[in-house]
């Protein structure tokens, strides 16, 4: 049964789409588990979150890519919080714009090591407490790139191909159980990811320039919106792109 205020744990809530799920989803009551490698941003947001809206908030510094640290901060969490309902396995980047024969190891390894094996060890650590909770739901986030993969963007777009296979997987394994599982999809979104991909404003800003991009916000909203609806509702796989942007990839984007 979906309890009055279900416990969501987010990782990557230090910024984009975890940070603003977070308060959305702190705003609908929420309590909340929040994780990133930014412990100090995930002090502040907790003290806000707490005080706006009187819920209990947790937070703790998680490195995704490491087994212990994963596990280290689910059962802080749980001892916090007694339970856990939701998860937002959401931490994730690209790193760089190489093409598949020139890309160095340390952005190889910094995707597939955080969006599909720290999106792994999350949900691992993280699903026993859910199905003893007896009521949940798993989020997976994908990309646009998961769909179709574009030039310098390989590595990034198998990592998230991997997130289809996963979500996928586990919609399989978990059909039965009271808990739900969905993948959001989003394609270009102005969040620190470009900042982060390019390491130089300039360029990351320059993206999104003459365009509606979406935001943190917008796909806090998805999240809502599949975790609103009744329980027997499952939506398996949402892609979510601005007006602006008609195809999977740079393609077709409208500028303004
Ligand atoms: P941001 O860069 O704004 O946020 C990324 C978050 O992930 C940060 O909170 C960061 O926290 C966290 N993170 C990164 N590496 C680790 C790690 N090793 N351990 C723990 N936390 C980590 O980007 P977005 O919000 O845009 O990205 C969130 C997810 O959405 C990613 O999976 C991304 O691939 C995906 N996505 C983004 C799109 C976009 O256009 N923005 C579109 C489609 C999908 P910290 O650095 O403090 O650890
Ligand atoms: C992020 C969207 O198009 O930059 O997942 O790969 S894109």
Redesign the pocket.
């Known amino acids: 049964m979906r309890p009055d205020s279900p416990v969501a744990l987010i990782?990557?809530?230090?910024?984009?789409?975890?940070?603003?799920t977070a308060r959305l989803l702190a705003a609908k009551g929420y309590q909340l588990a929040l994780?990133?490698?930014?412990l100090d941003?995930?002090q502040k947001l907790s003290a806000e979150l707490s005080e706006k809206h009187g819920i209990k908030v947790f937070c703790g510094s998680?490195?995704?890519?490491e087994t212990a640290?994963v596990q280290d901060f689910v059962d802080s969490a749980v001892a916090h919080h007694g339970a856990i309902h939701v998860v937002v396995a959401?931490?994730?980047?690209?790193s760089g714009l190489h093409k598949v024969w020139e890309i160095p190891d340390e952005d190889m390894e910094a995707m597939l090591?955080?969006?599909v094996e720290?999106v792994v060890k999350t949900i691992r650590s993280a699903l026993p407490h859910v199905r003893r909770a007896g009521w949940g739901h798993i989020f997976f986030?994908?990309?646009?790139?998961g769909h179709q993969s574009y030039e310098g963007g390989g590595v990034?777009s198998a990592?998230?191909h991997g997130i289809k296979a996963l979500s996928h997987a586990l919609r399989l394994e978990l059909c039965g159980d009271p808990i739900r599982v969905t993948s959001v999809?989003?394609?270009?979104?102005?969040?620190?990811?470009?900042?982060?991909r390019f390491r130089d404003p300039a360029r990351a800003k320059a993206l999104y320039d003459g365009i509606d991009?979406?935001s943190?916000a917008d796909?806090a909203e998805c999240i809502r919106w599949c975790l609103e609806l009744p329980d027997h509702v499952n939506i398996d796989e949402m892609i979510v792109k601005c007006r602006d942007q008609a195809s999977h990839t740079m393609a077709k984007v409208h500028k303004h």
Request: proline share 2%; aromatic share 6%; glycine share 16%.
């Open positions: 990782t990557g809530a230090s910024s984009g789409f975890g940070e603003a994780g990133a490698r930014r941003r995930l998680v490195d995704t890519r640290s959401n931490a994730g980047l690209a090591r955080t969006n720290g986030i994908g990309s646009t790139a990034y990592s998230k999809d989003p394609g270009m979104a102005e969040t620190e990811f470009a900042l982060v991009a979406l943190g796909v």
